[in-house]
Each structure stands twice: as structure tokens, then as C-alpha cells.
């Protein structure tokens, strides 16, 4: 305990006596494929009803905002992606963009919509993967074989547009690196259709059945009171009821120009938060339809900035966001003038999901659920880890 | 929940029966895609070593190596990149900032093998299957992370250039040279090109952060006579140049320039006088005030030397003060610079010709020691039937006594004979004197030895260039002169060796001009030594032939300058006056 007074900070509940023989502790992870990323959830369990948790990070720290401190602007590019594997690009783009705004620096209209559309594209492989880690954590391992594959379908894309499947590489400050390949149109459009027949299975056999609703329904709720308490982003809190969007509140890139809804639910339980990532899948691929029809035929996708061997950015500190998957992310930049940033801080959303929230909604749910509850709060260790 | 949730699930087995996505290794591959970052490839003879991977790679996974087989040379490093498998995350940043364009990455992504070191390899140097693959991420179009275009210079346009000797080169302000600055990618090749290895990153750098004051200190750690090389240079660094194998080359010329333009005057001073420390009894005679002397003057001086400069002219500079024109180096910039070096507390002492005024024998027994810097002041003859009519006269002579002031008619039509720096100069003197000028050269435009940027502005300046022109006779004819002259056909020398021009037989033309200048070369001038040193010190081709340390064969004696080097320019001699005052100083220090 720390010292001071922290009668104001009261345990949740009261201190449970683990001497009594009532109680016993179970270690979920660091190693188990029910937990997303590297990390552990140490449980105390009454019979098979979990009555306590206490989330345990480290497994996968890299220091990578250390590693940033000593590294140019441009030297940083390759590392932001690696802060989370399923969705890249977010870290990419608003490295750039932080970069961008501190160093005045504007990116060709070609170059946002190029943004956008690697943007949208990680959404939606990112929410592919995410369906299959949710039907395996509630035992239905096949869902999740398809989805893996047609994961690696749009990272085919990714490859022919970026020159790199995980980790793309292709957001860099003053805009992208390359046009798109000839012919990639209609590849992206014969892979979203084989998209929609994916998702159409998937709703026949995830979304229809008797067993994921009877588990996932009324798991973990979270009332709408608990998302400012808590810092909830996201689909969580739209499946609460709130309409809430980066994209939609503060519109970064082309998605002004986009045309979509907000996706709601009225209650944030696993079963709606499920159907809420599942429509946004939809929605992607309708937004990647519609940000290739968009997409201007020529113009310069690269505003060279001044030479990034010695690049200094004005001092100041900025914080820009976007709405990645699982919710709000963000940068933090704060560049001192030299020509290495001062700090530069993740904020990804999955540190209250996967810490905070969890160990409030884990209370009283059963052992076997637990997996199913961390994955539909679709939390990622690594941007809790940076 | 209905009967529709416990059937609907089925529909998995739907699928059962799809094909596949994993590809079976090794019966069927599957080739990255056509931009795909795959394992380096690096074409050798493009490549220049600049270290411009290594600089940008944010793993340490490039090292710059020696590799058999690649000598340095100017304007390459001799180095290559080796590649570390174990630290590279394939971000390909070393393409993008590759200056040259030589290293890229192929689609190959597969490469097995049991010895790990293998994997640390020096790309395009080890043959490999991906070398020959076309497919791969390149820098592509105008996309990269050099800036190859350089910030343009300001400067007079031809027709108020001509009115004039104005200095043609405006000059960066400061805005334009940071831009320039920063796009230098602080390889270094320059520095060994220069022959004088002037410290050009750190004080382009210098500029970057305006700091010029060190800049100005960075300059004279190595050059003396800055605000002339940053206007007259022959920048070979900027040939050296990595930004300028696919780009321009960083204006290192104009940067200097800029750099002794904007301190005054007072605080170079300042900054100078800080330099000097000690004063030694020592005395070193220093023959001839052109650049080397004036380096060796000041850094002799510098180290507490008692040096005396015997300059035949009224004025100090040698060939800078007599040979180049105002317009490319006004009279002033270069008094105050050379008095930035006499005020340190050298002795000059103008109109004093050694051998007329002054014997050699007398400095030699006065001195520890003497530099011979006279430079090349002997014009070669042409060796023609009529050269040496009335109105023929010789480039140097000529660009002399323009500079001294003096009134020459060179009539409405001026034939210049000669490709090199001072028939260029003598022919735009002439235009803007007012005469029509015409070069003949002997040899082809591109084989001229004359700066290409000058050979460009003398015909913006509308200078006609004949090219492979052989001048056979100069008659006299109704008081103009009358050039005849045969074609050259150019007869291959072979590799590196430019072509030699041969007379076609047979044919022969006419040109008539007011005035001809012959500025085919000259040579050096040593009758005011006597002949007991003068067999001491050795020659060849009458060149004074020294060691490295400017020594020749009396060791009393030192010699630098155009009349040691081959290079013949303002750089190498003023290389030649440092590590010559090194070599005194040694030498002397010896004596002990």
C-alpha cells in the first residue's frame, strides 16, 4: 500500500480471506490462449465463480517510447507500428500527423485519402480478427480459422500497396510512399466481396446461435455511467447507447467526406458489443468502397519535409487521436526543438479496457467466461505496453 | 432464442470443403509482391559509400565496410554497406535516402541457412538469386528523402552583367542558405576530395544552426582565403558531391561565401587574432603573394613565425588580384581578406621582384627558411607564323592590365585562342569591353578544361565557342588580323584519355579578327635562382618537384603552389601553403 491517507480510494470490496479455504487463486496467462496480447490475470475463484481479479502487465515491454527519445523523427517511423500488431496503421498515422502538426507541415490531398483508405483497411482486419478471437474464446475455433485467412487476404493487399504485410510502413511524415499499384482496385474489390460472404457466414453461424447467445448475453455490462468513470472508448461505449466517434466528432483525414452513421446498441454486453464491432466490419468495407471511388486518379502522395537526417520540429506539444478499432488512440508529442522529440506517449485505449474495466466487470463471472469477456472488450496488451 | 439459433450454426460445415490459403511449401512458391521489401540489393558501381544508410538505419543494422576490389577515390569512400539480418526491420529507409539511387530491395523474402554469420552480408558484393530479380521496393520518381534540387544562385542578368565588371553572383541570404544547408547529408566525401580537406559538413552545418562565427573558425582551420574560394573555387567537392549523383550537388562554393559575407569583418579579425600564439626568432621567406603563399604566410604566422612575403606586383593575390576578373572576385572582398592576413603581423613587401630587387642568395642566407610560391607566370607560345604581330596578344598580359586599370582597344571582334579558365575570362573581359568575342579550341566543347559553369555564362554572355579549331598563321590584313585556321578530327586515345585533334589536311579557313589572345597554357619561370641551389632543388616538366611536405631537394627550400601541383588551381595551392607551413615548421622545429 502506498503511504498517505487513501481513505478516500477504498478497495472495491472488502478483503477477501484467502486463509478461510473457501477461496483459491488460478493464473490466467501470461501464457493462454485465452487472454489477447501477453498478459495475466491473476483470479481468485469461489468453485468456478470468479470473486476477485488483478490484471498483471510486463510480459511485452519494449520501451518503445524510450527507444523514441533517441531516435530521430524519422527514425521513429518504423517503430511506431510495431507498438500493435493488429492495426498498424494507427500508430503510423498519427505519428505523422503529431509530426505533421508540430513541424507545420502540410500533406498532399492524394496522400489523405491514401491515409484514409490504409486506415479503413486496418479496421477492417483488425475487426476480422478480432471476430475470431471472440468465437474461439467461446469455444468455436473455426470461426476463427476463417477469419485468420481472410485476414491475411487483406494483408495481401496491404503487401501489393505498402511493401509490408504486419508492419506497413507507409505512413511517414509528409505523407505516404507510394501511389497505388495498377490494378488494385479490383483486387481490393474481389477480396470485400469475399469479405461479405465471410460476414454473411459469420452471422448465420457466430450472431445465430443458441450457444454464444446464451454466454454472451448480459456479460459484462457496462452502463452508460461507467464510460466517463472509467474511460471507456470506442464500441464499448457505443454499444452503451452513446454515440460516440472520433471519426464522426472530430473528423481527421477524408472521413468528413465520407458518409456514415454512428453504430449504437442499447446495452453494453458482450453479445451487443459483438454486434456493434460486427456492423462497423460492414460499415468498413462500405467506407473502403466508397474512399476508392473517391480516390483522386493522379497528384503528388509526398510533401517532401526538410532533410530528416537533421529535422528539427518546433517546440511545442501536441495530441491528436483516432478511432482505431477499439477505440480512441492517441499521441502525445512533445518536441523540445532538437531534432529527437522530447516524449512521445501512446495512449492506447486498451489500458483502462484491459486493466480498469476488467477487473470491475470480471466480478461474479464464470471462470470459462472469462476469456469471452476479454476479447469482447477487445482489449490489445501491446498498447498498454509501449 | 429459437430453433433457428440451434440450426443455423451448421451452416459451418458449409465451408469444409473450401480451398486452402497456405501455400505448399516447397511445391508451390509464392513471390512476394511487386513492391514487397524483400533482402537488399546494391548495385557496386553506383553505389559511393556516402553512409547515408547508415546514418538513417535506427537498428545499427548497416555498417560501412571496405570491399576488395573497391579503391577510394575521389568522390567515393571506398565503403560499402554491410547488412545485418539480425537488427534489420525492413523499413527500407536506406532506400529512400540513398543519394545515388544504388540500393534497393528485391521481392525475395526466403533464405535459409545453417551458419548464422552469413546473414550479416555486404549487398550487390556476394552474388545472390535475388540480385538479378527486377521486381522490389525502389525509390520511385521523385520520391525520396534527399532534396536534390539546390536553391538557385541570384545573379546579374547577362545584359547588365556586360554593362559593367560588377560581381555577377548576388549571394544566399540567409533564408536560401539554411535551405541549401539543409540538404547536405553530412557524408564527408567532399573532405577528402578537397584537396585542401576543408571541414564542408561542419560548417555547412554551422550554418544551419547560425552559428557562423564558428563556421568562419572552421574555415580557416584549413583555408585562409575564404571569401575567394567561396566565389572562384573549383569545387571539386561539389563533383564529389553525393546529393549530386542524382540531384545537384549541395552549393558548398556559395555556402562559403555566405558564411564570410555575413561576419564583419571586425570579428573575423577577432577571431584570427585568438590563433596566433607564440613568437618564435625563426624567419621564413616566402617568395610570391598569390594563395599559397598567403597560406603558408598565415599559418606560419600563426605559429609564431617571422614571415616576409616578396611580391613583384603592387598588389597581393597573384593571379586572383591580376587574373580573375572583378566580376567573378571584386577587388575589394580580396584586399580585405589577404589584410586580415598581413595585419596578423606579416611582412610584405610589394614590387619587390626576387632576382631584380632582391637576390635569391640573400633571402636564402637571411632565412631558415623559403617558400616558392610564384606560380606560373611564363604565357606558352603558340608557335604560329604571325604571333607576334601588333594585336596579338596573351591572355595573362591582357586580364593584367585590365586589372591594373589600364586602357585596352581591343578593337570590335576578338578571337580567343584556347579552352581553359583564362581564355573564358579574357573573352567575357572582352565583351564587356565592348567587342564581339569568338573562342577557338582546339579540342571538342566538352573536352574544355574551363569550369562548365563559366564555359555557360560566357555563352549566355553571347561568347561564340569553335570548337576543334587548329589556328595554323595570323596574317596582317587592311590594319585587322586574319586567323587561318584547319578542323580538327579528334583521333581516340583510348579509355580515359581524352582524344587527341589532328589537322584534316587540305582545307583551311579565315577568321578575321581586331584582336587575337592566345591563352593556351603557361608554365613557370625560375631564372631568378641561382644556378648552384637551382641543382639542388630538382625538376620535372618544369614543375619544382617537393615531397609531401613541400620539401625539395635543397631542404632549406620549400615550393607550392601552380608550380608543384597539377591541378593548377586557387584550392590546391592554398593546400600546398598549409602543409608546406607544416613542413617548415617541422623542418624547423627539427633544428632544435
Not at chain 1, 503529431?98 to 502540410?106: C, F, K, R, V
Not at chain 2, 430453433?3 to 511445391?27: G, M, N
Not at chain 2, 598581413?342 to 611582412?347: E, H, M, R, S
Not at chain 2, 566543347?445 to 561568347?463: F, G, R, S
Amino acid at each position: 500500500m502506498l503511504p498517505g491517507d487513501r481513505s478516500k480510494y477504498p478497495r472495491k470490496q472488502e478483503e477477501l480471506n484467502l486463509e478461510s479455504g473457501k477461496y483459491q487463486k488460478i493464473w490466467q496467462g501470461p501464457q493462454h490462449p485465452g487472454v489477447t496480447g501477453n498478459m495475466a490475470l491473476e483470479l481468485t475463484v469461489c468453485g468456478d465463480e470468479v470473486v476477485d481479479c488483478k490484471t498483471h502487465v510486463g510480459y511485452l515491454h519494449r520501451g518503445f517510447e524510450k527507444l523514441m527519445e533517441r531516435r530521430k523523427y524519422i527514425q521513429c517511423f518504423p517503430i511506431v507500428c510495431r507498438i500493435c500488431v493488429p492495426e498498424p496503421d494507427t500508430n503510423e498515422y498519427l505519428f505523422a500527423a503529431a509530426t505533421e502538426e508540430l513541424a507545420g507541415l502540410e500533406i498532399p490531398e492524394k496522400a489523405k485519402w491514401l491515409r484514409t483508405l490504409s486506415l479503413e483497411m486496418s479496421r477492417l482486419a483488425s475487426f476480422i480478427m478480432w471476430i475470431g478471437g471472440q468465437a474461439g474464446s467461446f469455444g468455436m475455433g473455426t470461426v476463427g480459422q476463417w477469419t485468420m485467412v481472410h485476414r491475411d487476404y487483406i494483408l495481401d493487399l496491404f503487401e501489393e500497396l505498402t511493401g509490408g504485410r504486419v508492419y506497413h510502413m507507409y505512413m511517414l511524415p509528409g505523407g505516404v510512399r507510394d501511389d497505388l499499384p495498377d490494378g488494385f482496385g479490383g483486387r481490393l474489390e474481389e477480396i470485400l466481396q469475399k469479405t461479405e460472404k465471410l460476414l454473411d457466414d459469420i452471422n448465420k453461424v457466430l450472431f445465430n446461435n443458441s450457444v454464444f447467445k446464451k454466454r454472451a448475453v448480459n456479460l459484462g455490462i457496462i452502463t452508460p455511467e461507467m464510460v466517463d468513470k472509467y474511460g471507456i472508448v470506442g464500441p464499448n461505449t457505443r454499444a452503451a447507447g452513446l454515440k460516440r466517434d472520433i471519426r464522426k466528432d472530430e473528423p481527421y483525414l477524408k472521413y468528413s467526406e465520407l458518409d456514415f452513421d454512428v453504430i449504437t446498441a442499447s446495452k453494453s454486453d458482450a453479445y451487443n458489443r459483438a454486434l456493434v464491432r460486427f456492423r462497423e466490419t460492414w460499415q468498413s468495407i462500405d467506407l473502403i468502397r466508397q474512399i476508392m471511388k473517391a480516390m483522386p486518379k493522379s497528384g503528388e502522395f509526398y510533401n517532401r519535409p526538410p532533410n530528416v537526417l537533421h529535422w528539427k520540429i518546433p517546440a511545442g506539444e501536441t495530441y491528436v487521436k483516432a478511432e482505431a478499432t477499439r477505440g480512441e488512440y492517441g499521441y502525445y508529442l512533445v518536441s523540445d526543438g532538437s531534432e529527437y522529440p522530447r516524449r512521445i506517449n501512446v495512449r492506447g485505449p486498451s489500458y483502462t479496457h484491459a486493466i480498469a474495466l476488467l477487473e470491475k466487470l470480471i466480478i461474479n463471472t464464470n471462470i470459462a467466461d472469462v476469456a469471452g469477456l476479454m476479447v469482447s472488450l477487445h482489449t490489445c496488451p501491446p498498447e498498454i505496453e509501449r | 432464442m429459437s430453433i433457428k439459433d440451434i440450426l443455423s450454426p451448421f451452416y459451418v460445415w458449409k465451408r469444409a470443403f473450401s480451398k486452402a490459403f497456405t501455400t505448399k511449401k516447397p511445391l508451390e512458391e509464392r513471390p512476394g509482391a511487386r513492391r514487397y521489401r524483400g533482402f537488399h540489393k546494391n548495385d557496386m558501381e553506383k553505389c559511393i559509400g556516402c553512409g547515408s544508410c547508415e546514418e538513417i538505419c535506427q537498428n545499427a543494422a548497416i555498417d560501412l565496410v571496405p570491399v576488395e576490389g573497391i579503391e577510394t577515390k575521389d568522390g567515393d569512400s571506398g565503403l560499402r554497406p554491410k547488412i545485418d539480418y539480425g537488427r534489420c526491420c525492413w523499413c527500407a529507409l536506406c532506400v529512400d535516402i540513398c543519394p545515388t539511387g544504388s540500393l534497393s530491395l528485391s521481392n525475395e523474402y526466403i533464405w535459409i541457412d545453417n551458419d548464422a554469420d552469413v546473414f550479416r552480408f555486404v549487398a550487390g558484393k556476394e552474388e545472390k538469386p535475388w540480385d538479378k530479380m527486377e521486381a522490389g521496393y525502389k525509390r520511385k520518381g521523385d520520391y525520396r528523402l534527399t532534396i536534390p534540387d539546390r536553391i538557385e544562385m541570384e545573379m546579374l542578368p547577362p545584359e547588365t552583367g556586360l554593362k559593367s565588371f560588377r560581381e555577377m553572383v548576388k549571394g544566399y541570404s540567409r533564408e536560401q542558405a539554411q535551405k541549401e544547408a539543409d540538404r547536405c547529408v553530412e557524408c564527408g566525401i567532399c573532405v577528402a576530395t578537397c584537396p585542401a580537406h576543408m571541414d564542408i559538413p561542419r560548417y555547412i552545418k554551422a550554418i544551419r544552426e547560425d552559428d557562423l562565427e564558428q563556421a568562419v573558425e572552421l574555415l580557416y582551420k584549413t583555408n585562409p582565403l575564404p571569401a575567394t574560394c567561396g566565389r572562384i573555387c573549383t569545387r571539386k567537392c561539389e563533383t564529389a558531391c553525393a546529393i549530386g549523383a542524382d540531384g545537384e550537388p549541395i552549393a558548398i562554393r556559395w555556402l562559403k561565401r555566405y558564411i564570410i559575407d555575413q561576419v564583419e569583418d571586425k570579428q573575423v579579425r577577432k577571431i584570427l587574432q585568438q590563433k596566433v600564439f607564440g613568437e618564435n626568432k625563426k624567419k621564413v621567406a616566402i617568395i610570391g603573394a598569390g594563395p599559397s603563399g598567403l597560406s603558408a604566410a598565415y599559418y606560419l604566422r600563426i605559429m609564431g613565425y617571422q614571415v616576409t612575403i616578396y611580391e613583384a606586383h603592387a598588389k597581393p593575390g597573384g593571379e586572383i588580384w591580376y587574373g580573375v576578373p572583378a566580376y567573378r572576385m571584386p577587388f575589394e572582398d580580396l584586399q580585405a581578406e589577404i589584410d586580415r592576413i598581413i595585419d596578423l603581423g606579416v611582412d610584405i613587401k610589394f614590387n619587390t621582384e626576387v632576382g631584380v630587387e632582391v637576390s635569391f642568395k640573400k633571402l636564402y642566407d637571411e632565412n631558415n627558411a623559403i617558400f616558392i610560391a610564384t606560380g606560373l607566370t611564363e604565357p606558352y607560345n603558340l608557335r604560329l607564323e604571325g604571333e607576334f604581330l601588333s594585336g596579338v596578344l596573351t591572355g595573362l598580359d591582357f586580364l593584367e592590365k585590365i586589372a591594373k586599370g589600364k586602357e585596352v582597344e581591343v578593337g570590335e571582334k576578338v578571337l580567343v585562342i584556347g579552352g581553359g579558365n583564362v581564355a573564358i575570362d579574357a573573352a567575357r573581359t572582352c565583351r564587356r569591353l565592348g567587342a564581339e568575342v569568338e573562342i577557338l579550341y582546339r579540342r571538342r566543347e566538352e573536352d574544355m578544361p574551363a569550369d562548365d559553369e563559366e564555359i555557360q555564362e560566357a555563352k549566355l554572355e553571347d561568347v561564340n565557342i569553335k570548337p576543334q579549331v587548329i589556328p595554323v598563321k595570323i596574317e596582317k590584313t587592311d590594319g585587322k588580323l586574319k586567323l587561318i585556321w584547319g578542323k580538327a578530327e579528334m583521333i581516340d586515345q583510348g579509355q580515359d584519355r581524352r582524344p587527341k585533334p589532328k589537322i584534316i589536311p587540305g582545307k583551311s579557313y579565315e577568321t578575321i579578327g581586331t584582336t587575337i589572345i592566345s591563352a593556351i597554357g603557361q608554365k613557370g619561370e625560375y631564372d631568378f635562382i641561382p644556378p648552384e641551389i637551382k641543382d639542388n632543388i630538382g625538376f620535372k616538366w618544369k614543375r619544382i618537384v617537393t615531397d609531401k611536405k613541400h620539401q625539395t631537394g635543397d631542404e632549406k627550400i620549400f615550393a607550392g603552389g601552380d608550380i608543384v601541383n597539377y591541378t593548377r588551381d586557387a584550392i590546391s595551392a592554398i593546400a600546398d601553403g598549409h602543409n608546406a607551413a607544416k613542413g617548415i615548421d617541422e623542418y624547423l622545429r627539427s633544428d632544435d
